[in-house]
């Protein structure tokens, strides 16, 4: 059972481009949870998906980020207009069942960004 | 809002000696879950041990323990015997038991060196 597979491991992207972040979740996973670790610091929670919903985006930034969960696919981090500030490594993580009590969420190895 | 801190940025310890690693928090809840995650240098986050609120007995993984001290919001972990694949950044983190059950609020991380 492979795990939680994140690509691509390294992206550079220039000011102002898009970075599209991808998580595959473990097999029979359907929730996902989107963490940024910024240099220096632990990881913050951003997003919580479950197919096609979005159910918790409280700790997403309200301007030019986006999460998606789609039927069939990965999940995608969009960062739209990308700046220097947005450089860190972003984590997914995904769980079979609501990651509360008795379930946890399994991490891949993360995207680092790096925005020149 | 729950809040862990990790006082020790950085630690290093001998080869087979042990050491102690230490985080606190701030809750309100009286039913949570905390964690210790290994951060090696793959990025890989690797959940190395956790501890339900609720149970007084401190858990235990092979080398690694915890002192889970409720009163005093206290949750250290002690390496024993540390072997050179043990060196890592090592990150506390709290669940809490409410509506947001599924959320992860990690402490900044501690950097953890095994000197041959």
């Known amino acids: 059972n492979a795990g939680v597979m994140q690509n691509p491991r390294h992206l550079v992207r220039r000011r102002g481009q898009e970075a599209r972040l991808r998580c595959s979740p473990m097999?029979?996973?359907?929730?996902v949870y989107w963490y940024r670790q910024l240099p220096e610091e632990g990881l913050k929670f951003m997003v919580y998906?479950?197919?096609?919903?979005?159910?918790?985006e409280s700790g997403m930034p309200k301007e030019r980020f986006s999460a998606e969960f789609p039927k069939e696919g990965p999940s995608i981090l969009r960062i739209q207009q990308v700046v220097r500030g947005d450089s860190a490594a972003y984590f997914c993580?995904?769980?079979?069942?609501?990651?509360?009590?008795?379930?946890?969420?399994?991490f891949g190895q993360g995207t680092r960004l790096t925005v020149v | 809002a729950q809040t862990v801190t990790q006082s020790q940025p950085e630690m290093s310890v001998q080869e087979a000696e042990t050491v102690t690693l230490s985080c606190t928090y701030d809750t309100s809840e009286s039913d949570y879950y905390l964690f210790w995650y290994k951060q090696p240098p793959s990025r890989q986050m690797i959940l190395v041990i956790r501890q339900e609120a609720y149970k007084q007995q401190n858990a235990t993984e092979n080398r690694f323990s915890v002192n889970f001290q409720k009163a005093a919001k206290s949750f250290s972990l002690k390496i024993s015997d540390s072997q050179l694949g043990d060196a890592a950044m090592y990150f506390c983190?709290?669940?809490?038991?409410?509506?947001?059950?599924?959320?992860?609020?990690f402490g900044k991380g501690t950097l953890l060196t095994v000197n041959p």
């Open positions: 097999k029979g996973h359907s929730h």
């Open positions: 983190a709290y669940k809490g038991s409410g509506g947001s059950n599924y959320k992860l609020t």
């Open positions: 998906l479950q197919k096609e919903n979005i159910i918790d």
């Open positions: 993580a995904s769980s079979a069942a609501r990651a509360g009590r008795g379930t946890e969420a399994f």
